[in-house]
């Protein structure tokens, strides 16, 4: 059988977990990881793992079928999609929900003058929860949809805190309202604002000699990540964050519920709950089914900017349409 080269740019928590999700997956075969940091400082998880310059990316572009983007929404990204677009097939987790449709238009002129595929935006919120929203609102177009996450490190939001100057590291807790929760959970259909149903909880260690009152209000005013939220920020040491917050997990809810029939007599509920002890290796996960998703329709002839709403679910699996069918149906 034929492997699906896979490349992976950047090595934080994600590209480490990606790294491990193709391990599992045995119609892949890892490249190697591509980084800004000097290769030989880089320890990977599996000692077999090639890694390289993020320079020397554009010499591979025949030795790999889809390369994997494991850099920060805020920063890299922007600059990233777009640029990997041009050479390569690409997935990616860009998470700045606002700012999708932006993101989606840049990498789409990218990927379409080079005749690639990009599957922007996977992972599980944008990603496995968008596709849950779209299903649920197509079969109950008469409800409401309210998306919760638990109270859980928000690997995103946490990357946008530490590029602040003055910032030596941050951890975000996204918490659910419970009362907020509780009244969809009952078929109430409550009119709710983003500042409803959840608060931003940080965690927060400074550099020496930075001032707390400036950092505190560039987070509380960032648009997109904590402008809209009741946000609470706590000034920690860095042994207090490496004791008390170095776990990732992370997950979430999607609840539609709302009324059917004649007279709306009858609720109905759906909800699709996830609950992740990591975060990053989950999405990785994702990262690498779609992956496989860009392989395939790159090999039909496609191109430009995909989202997980455009993408057939039998392309995520490795197993035939005849097995899918036999096994799922």
Known sequence: MQKIRIGILGYG????????????????????????????TVKTALKTTRVMHIDEAENMKDEIDVMILCGGSAKDLPIQGPRFA???????????????????EKVDKAAKSAGK?????TGWDPGLFSINRLMSEAVLPRCETSTFWVKRVSQGHSDGIRPIDGVKDAKQYTVPIEEAVNKVRSGQNPDLS????????????????????????????MPDYFADYETHVTFITEEELRKNHSAMP??????RSGKTGADNENTSIIEYQLKLDSNPEFTASVLAAYARAAYRLHSEGQSGARTVLDIPPAYLSPKSGAELRKELL
Request: proline fraction near 5%; charged fraction near 25%; glycine fraction near 6%.
């Open 13 to 40: 928590n994600l590209g480490r977990g990606v790294e491990l999700a193709l391990n599992n997956c045995p119609d892949m075969k890892l490249v190697g990881i591509f980084t800004r940091r000097f290769p030989a």
């Open 86 to 104: 041009k050479l390569f097939n690409t997935v990616d987790s860009f998470d700045t929900h606002a700012k999708v449709p932006e993101y989606f």
């Open 250 to 255: 992370h997950g979430g809810f999607v609840i």
């Open 117 to 121: 595929i990009s599957i922007i935006s």
């Open 194 to 221: 983003t500042r409803d149903k959840h608060l931003r909880d940080c965690y927060v260690v400074l550099e020496e000699g930075a001032d707390p009152v400036r950092v505190e209000h560039e987070i509380k005013t």
